[in-house]
């Protein structure tokens, strides 16, 4: 079977993270996230994949080639979005087949064969996977008749204007003829082009229910709750490094005995933990960071070669790879930091922030100057 994982998208809500990695290559708990889509595939009979790539290909062309996979996996490139549905054209290059399409920013548990067999028995030209949600307002929403026949799209309602908490959960069966109604140039929406003219023309799309996990990994809060799922078990995933004391421990980790850490985290390869330094639950600390000295981060996650120095402070915090927290400075709760920034102490604008909310600390593109300038992430995309 060959599944398209829509992989290019710019990611904007989780910038500054993303404005140097994609967000599918964005570690989830130490692992790159589309490793785990791919491995989720491979666990429900996917035997070759295709990237539908676009922003930041090379990115994920150099990811691919050191990256063992234990299926078929390739990709294609857009020149400029295609949007949702010129992707699936562009990467569905057999269309004798059915065809798994699936978002690249979806952790889910959601059951894929007993979704094909429902598409199979009731006799489907296109499943959507539906997930009813309590706030709808940020998504696509999907309407369907008492059968679950989809019968239109609404696309992110105001609050309190939802017509049904039932969304599109961005995982798709399509049988073979579906691709070839694509218009083979310009950019194409799924849910805004292709289903409501496949709809008109009578073909049978129909929604999918079921009771699984799913984020869509799509703010901040969204990545550190995943997190915090992986780590209580709400969704079943892999952690690298060994389980000691509810704590994931990676390879030549130094932990001081007078530093103190909570269960459930994970502590990558390498990391040094110093004297009187505390990780609390909900943490990941990636591959070589280094906590000095009293430094103390709580419900954050950490990317790889990181340093944080004495007495500074973290709590739902997301920093990018090889950032430098200063000593003393407490980063407001929900900062989100690019890679490669340096937060020095008693940096104005760090404490301007505190108490703000969600802020983003840096533009990643100026890495090792200092702090790039603080703003208020927006909810709006
Ligand atoms: P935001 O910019 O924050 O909305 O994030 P996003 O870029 O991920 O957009 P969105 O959540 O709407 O996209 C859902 C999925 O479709 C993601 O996996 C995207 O990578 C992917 N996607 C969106 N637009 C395109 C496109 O034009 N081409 C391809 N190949 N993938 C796309």
Same mark, same amino acid.
Request: glycine share 12%.
């Given at each position: 079977?060959?599944?398209?994982?829509?992989?290019?998208? *710019?990611?904007t809500r989780?910038? @500054?993270?993303?404005?140097?990695? @994609? &967000?599918?290559? *964005?570690?989830?708990?130490? *692992?790159?996230?589309?490793?785990?889509?791919?491995?989720?595939?491979?666990?429900?009979? %996917?035997?070759? /994949?295709?990237?539908?790539?676009?922003?930041?290909?090379?990115?994920?062309?150099?990811?691919?080639?050191?990256?063992?996979?234990?299926?078929? /996996?390739?990709?294609?490139?857009?020149?400029? @979005?295609?949007?949702?549905?010129?992707?699936?054209?562009?990467?569905?290059?057999?269309?004798?087949?059915?065809?798994?399409?699936?978002?690249?920013?979806?952790?889910?548990?959601?059951?894929?064969?007993?979704?094909?067999?429902?598409?199979?028995?009731?006799?489907?030209?296109?499943?959507?996977?539906?997930?009813?949600?309590?706030?709808?307002?940020r998504?696509?929403?999907?309407?369907?008749?008492?059968?679950?026949?989809?019968?239109?799209?609404?696309?992110k #309602?105001?609050?309190?204007?939802?017509?049904?908490?039932?969304?599109?959960?961005?995982?798709?069966?399509?049988?073979?003829?579906?691709?070839?109604?694509?218009?083979?140039?310009?950019?194409?929406?799924?849910?805004?082009?292709?289903? #409501?003219?496949?709809?008109?023309?009578?073909?049978?799309?129909?929604?999918?229910?079921?009771?699984?996990?799913?984020?869509?990994?799509s703010?901040?809060?969204?990545?550190?709750?995943?997190?915090?799922?992986?780590?209580?078990?709400?969704?079943?995933?892999?952690?690298?490094?060994? &389980?000691?004391?509810?704590?994931?421990?990676?390879?030549?980790?130094?932990?001081? @005995?007078?530093?103190?850490?909570?269960?459930?985290?994970?502590?990558?390869?390498?990391?040094?933990?110093?004297?009187?330094?505390? %990780?609390?639950?909900?943490?990941?600390?990636?591959?070589?960071?280094?906590?000095?000295?009293?430094?103390?981060?709580?419900?954050?996650?950490?990317?790889?070669?990181?340093?944080?120095?004495?007495?500074?402070?973290?709590?739902?915090?997301?920093?990018?790879?090889?950032?430098?927290?200063?000593?003393?400075?407490?980063?407001?709760?929900?900062?989100?930091?690019?890679?490669?920034?340096?937060? #020095?102490? &008693?940096?104005?604008?760090?404490?301007?922030?505190?108490?703000?909310?969600?802020?983003?600390?840096?533009?990643?593109?100026?890495?090792?100057?200092? %702090?790039?300038?603080?703003?208020?992430?927006s909810s709006s995309r």
């Amino acid at each position: 079977m060959h599944a398209i994982i829509l992989a290019g998208g *710019m990611g904007t809500r989780l910038r @500054p993270l993303t404005n140097t990695i @994609p &967000k599918p290559l *964005m570690p989830l708990a130490n *692992m790159p996230f589309v490793d785990r889509v791919i491995r989720y595939l491979a666990g429900h009979g %996917v035997e070759r /994949v295709t990237l539908a790539l676009g922003y930041q290909a090379d990115c994920f062309k150099r990811h691919i080639a050191r990256t063992k996979y234990p299926i078929d /996996v390739g990709y294609v490139v857009e020149d400029e @979005p295609l949007g949702t549905g010129g992707a699936v054209r562009l990467a569905a290059r057999d269309r004798e087949e059915q065809v798994v399409v699936m978002n690249g920013d979806i952790l889910t548990d959601l059951d894929l064969a007993a979704m094909i067999a429902s598409h199979v028995q009731r006799g489907a030209d296109i499943s959507i996977s539906l997930k009813r949600v309590a706030d709808p307002s940020r998504y696509g929403l999907v309407l369907t008749g008492a059968d679950g026949t989809v019968l239109g799209f609404v696309e992110k #309602p105001g609050s309190g204007e939802a017509a049904t908490d039932e969304i599109n959960a961005g995982i798709y069966f399509f049988e073979p003829w579906v691709v070839g109604e694509i218009p083979i140039s310009g950019s194409c929406s799924l849910e805004r082009e292709l289903f #409501p003219t496949l709809i008109d023309r009578g073909a049978r799309v129909i929604g999918y229910r079921q009771n699984c996990y799913w984020n869509d990994l799509s703010t901040p809060d969204d990545y550190l709750l995943a997190h915090r799922d992986i780590l209580r078990r709400a969704i079943s995933a892999d952690v690298p490094g060994n &389980k000691v004391n509810g704590t994931w421990i990676g390879e030549g980790v130094e932990i001081s @005995p007078r530093a103190e850490v909570e269960a459930p985290a994970v502590i990558g390869d390498g990391c040094h933990i110093a004297a009187g330094a505390h %990780v609390g639950r909900y943490s990941v600390l990636g591959r070589g960071t280094v906590l000095a000295r009293r430094a103390r981060v709580e419900r954050s996650v950490v990317w790889e070669r990181n340093r944080l120095e004495e007495d500074c402070r973290l709590s739902g915090a997301i920093l990018g790879d090889g950032c430098v927290v200063y000593p003393e400075v407490e980063l407001p709760e929900g900062a989100v930091c690019a890679s490669g920034t340096r937060i #020095p102490a &008693k940096s104005h604008s760090v404490r301007e922030a505190a108490g703000a909310g969600a802020v983003a600390i840096g533009d990643g593109r100026h890495s090792g100057t200092g %702090v790039q300038g603080v703003r208020q992430l927006s909810s709006s995309r």
